[in-house]
C-alpha cells in the first residue's frame, strides 16, 4: 500500500488479508502509522498489522519480487497489459515467482512513475459512473480472487489423486448390472430394454464414478444375486 492517508484503510486492509489467508504486508510511507485508528479496524488481524513492512520508498518495499502489478481505478492513456481480478489471481497461482501487488493512494492511485515500475496493471471492472473503490475494499476483492483460486488449485490437485473407474471398467459394471437386472426379473418386465439401459448409462456417467465406488456397486450387486438364489 502506497502512502496511504487514512489509518482506517490500513486496518481494514489487513482485516481483509487475514480474512484470505494472506498476510505478507508492506507500507510504503505512509501518513499515520502506527496509528490506534488501524488497530481499531483490523478487527483481529493485529498479527498482520504487525507483521507489516514499513518502507521509506516503493523501491525497498518491491526489490525482492519478480512479478509487479499496478493496481488502478482508471485505464490510463499509455496502454499496459491489464489484468482483471481474476486473471491476476490465476496468474499468481501458476506462477512460481514472488510477487507483489500494489495499491496507490486514496484519492489518487499510482503515479505513472510507479505503473512503470508493473509487469500488469490491475482493474477491477466496475459501474463507469461510479468506478472509485475505496483501497482497502479494491483488496479485499483482489485478496478473495487469489483466495478462490488457491482453494480451486488444491481441489484440482485433490481430484488428480482420484483414481476414476476407467471406460472399461464401467462397461465392465453396466454388463454386470444388466446380467443382475435380468436375473432378478426386473428387464424381462419392461419393452423398453434398451432404453432403460441408456438410462441407467447416463446416471451413473453423470456422477462419474471413482473405482472404489464402482467396486462398491459390483459387491453390492452380487450379495444380491446370491442372496435371491437362496431364497
Known amino acids: 500500500m502506497v502512502n496511504t492517508t487514512h489509518p482506517g484503510n490500513i486496518g481494514a486492509a489487513a482485516r481483509a488479508m487475514k480474512n484470505m489467508g494472506l498476510s505478507d504486508l508492506a507500507l510504503v510511507s ?24 514499513v518502507c521509506d520508498s516503493l523501491e525497498e518495499a518491491i526489490g525482492d519480487c519478480e512479478l509487479i502489478i499496478g493496481a488502478s481505478a482508471r485505464l490510463r492513456s499509455i496502454t499496459w497489459p491489464q ?56 483488496l479485499q ?23 476414476y473407474a476407467t471406460a472399461e471398467e464401467m462397461e465392465s459394471f453396466f454388463v454386470h448390472l444388466e446380467s443382475m437386472l435380468e436375473e432378478v426379473g426386473f428387464l424381462h418386465a419392461t419393452k423398453h430394454r434398451v432404453s432403460l439401459m441408456r438410462r441407467l448409462r447416463r446416471i451413473f456417467n453423470r456422477t462419474r464414478l471413482e473405482y472404489k465406488e464402482v467396486h462398491i456397486l459390483r459387491g453390492g450387486l452380487k450379495s444380491i444375486v446370491r442372496r435371491l438364489n437362496k431364497m
Request: net charge negative; with cysteine.
Open 141 to 163: 476483492v483482489v485478496a478473495y480472487e487469489i483466495f478462490y483460486a488457491a482453494q480451486s488449485l488444491t481441489d484440482a490437485k485433490t481430484n488428480e489423486r482420484v483414481r
Open 30 to 53: 505512509p501518513k499515520f502509522y502506527p496509528n490506534e485508528e488501524a488497530t481499531a479496524r483490523s478487527a483481529g488481524a493485529q498479527d498482520v498489522l504487525d507483521a507489516a513492512k
Open 83 to 138: 489484468l482483471d481480478p481474476r486473471e491476476c489471481a490465476s496468474m499468481i497461482m501458476n506462477s512460481s515467482v514472488r510477487t507483489a501487488i500494489l495499491f496507490g493512494r486514496e484519492h489518487s492511485g499510482l503515479t505513472n512513475d510507479e505503473l512503470e515500475r508493473c509487469h500488469y496493471l490491475l482493474h477491477i471492472p466496475s459501474d463507469p459512473n461510479y468506478s472509485s473503490l475505496n483501497v482497502a475494499a479494491a
